[in-house]
């Protein structure tokens, strides 16, 4: 469409010099006007037809499959998705309050190891009905503080001079780890404690009992290997879900659709 005002342009220098280039500019200017209104006329014969399907077509969107721009615009659109709620979260760790000391319990003789008060007994009840089958819950770490995870996070990254993705993927960054809730517990198996902390504890009688018993203490796996934190799988790693507390604590506002990373 740009060829009609060059045209005139060009036909307003040729007017002043000579009448018979005139001529030829007209001649221009009117051969553009056909143009562009036989183009006109073009486009709006390719359109027309379409239009018309869409104004009678009372049949379903089906009908005329053939003209596919025009059946997306005929189609209902459907209703928007939810705007995904992606809560606060560092590395796909999720924030955690740090349990207040006098509701903490031990669960070890030393009174080195503490949960919640009723995870503690629950925990403790659970290992004595395990080991009426042979089988030895060994607690490696239940309550952690904020400080204590700062050392965990940071000091020992530096020591392993890993980077902090890295770091992020085995432990959590301080006030992110559920072991500040004291409802966390990472167990061993008393009689295979070289596979404390690895994940070959899946392959002991202790992670097997957990696997089949656990549930009834109202302990759940946390990290199991598709968790949508992205974390690594950690068969030691138990929760415990048995109160509104510990449930709110782990599921109000954060069931994740979508993986965090
Ligand atoms: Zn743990």
Do not use: C
Not at 12 to 25: F, H, L, R
Not at 77 to 84: A, D, K, R
Not at 104 to 132: E, H, P, S, V, Y
Not at 225 to 246: A, C, I, K
């Amino acid at each position: 469409m740009d060829e009609i005002p060059v045209a005139l342009r060009e036909a307003k220098k040729t007017i002043k010099s000579s009448y018979i280039t005139t001529n030829k500019v007209n001649i221009v200017i009117v051969g553009s006007t056909v143009a562009f209104l036989a183009l006109a006329f073009f486009f709006f014969n390719r359109n027309s037809p379409q239009k018309s399907v869409n104004v009678n077509q009372t049949q379903p969107v089906e009908t005329v499959e053939n003209n596919t721009p025009t059946v997306t615009q005929n189609q209902t659109s459907p209703p928007l998705n939810q705007e995904e709620k992606i809560p606060d979260n560092i590395l796909g760790h999720l924030p955690y309050e740090e349990a207040p000391q006098n509701e903490l319990k031990a669960i070890t003789n030393d009174g080195g190891i503490k949960l919640r008060q009723k995870a503690a007994d629950k925990f403790l009840q659970m290992q004595t009905d395990a080991k009426t089958q042979g089988v030895i819950l060994m607690p490696i770490s239940g309550f952690r503080s904020i400080k204590d995870q700062e050392y965990l996070f940071f000091q020992v990254k530096e020591q392993r001079k890993q980077p902090t993705s890295k770091r992020a993927e085995v432990s959590a960054p301080p006030g992110y780890s559920e072991h500040h809730t004291g409802y966390a517990i990472d167990i061993g198996d008393g009689n295979v404690p070289a596979t404390n902390l690895s994940t070959n504890f899946e392959q002991t009688s202790a992670y097997n009992w957990l696997k089949n018993n656990a549930a009834k203490y109202s302990f759940e796996l946390s990290f199991t290997p598709d968790n949508l934190q992205g974390v690594n799988y950690e068969p030691w790693h138990w929760r415990f879900v048995g109160d509104t507390h510990s449930l709110e604590t782990f599921y109000k506002a954060r069931q994740l659709t979508t993986k965090l990373k």
